[in-house]
């Protein structure tokens, strides 16, 4: 039983997601949004680190999975972006917590079985995975997308997880 | 008396200087560099975090300046500046620090009078003011040209330091 952090950073909004991987599957622990607010640059990126410190100390993860950001749209979306990361990054490693990137194509392939799912496939499998009744905010889905997909790798990086994914065609294990 | 931080972050390098503002001018403290090495992302990022914080805690300073970035050169390169800056920032207000942003122009204008001074100048001109006999690194030399350049505005807010600030053409005093 290993608890699994997923975290999608944004300059406004870091959403987050807590599951439970059992060794059989993954189970929904906690997802919710960090909002930063209208402050000043300190306190908003404050605001991400204690509310990414405040779900570690509430839930108890101990490893964190994040999207890797390829192609951000301009340099100042990614620097805005870089700082949220930053925060969060530092925050989960104050923590102890393993930190570990994924790929957009990585967590939908894990996800939905291919790397050209849309958003809404991913949140419907999101949802079907973890067996809830209600969407999640996106930022909170995307988030949970990311704890799934890196319960996925872990296990397959264990010898048994490994041949179970591999029969199941590199597939997310329910 | 007061101690202020300046920081230039970087992905590789991140520059600090501390400098003492005995409201008749400003004196050397302090001032190196943080290299973060080759390890892993939140590896680096918590370098950068540990290495902000352990330079508040041996110096004590009170208030932070930092560079705003305006023109990043590529989306990729502001991503992991913005990280950097993230993880610097938020160590900053960690320690409880007030944290000040200003621009190149900014700096260079406080510093050698004129926004158009280019690096060479600006060192030269922190050398002079800080009385320093040997050359500090660039990255350091630039976090204490934004230390002294914070220094300078915050001696602005005061109603004397303004008056003063403002007979001697809005320069740093020396």
Known sequence: MTLILGIDP?????GYGVVRDTGKGCEYVASGCIRTGGGELHARLQAVYRG???????????TMGIEQVFMARN???????GQARGAAIVAA???????AEYTATQVKQAIA?????????VQMMVMHLL???????????????????HAHHRQSLIPHGLASAKRRGGRLRL
């Open 75 to 81: 340099a100042d979306s990614a620097l805005k972006l």
């Open 10 to 14: 944004g300059s406004r909004i870091t």
């Open 93 to 99: 490693a104050e923590c102890g917590l393993e930190v």
């Open 131 to 149: 067996k809830l009744i209600q969407k999640p905010q996106i930022d909170a889905s995307d988030a949970l997308a990311i704890a799934l997909c």
């Open 52 to 62: 990414i410190s405040e779900v570690i100390r509430l839930y108890g993860p101990v």
């Open 113 to 121: 079985g291919t790397g050209g799912a849309d958003k809404q496939q």
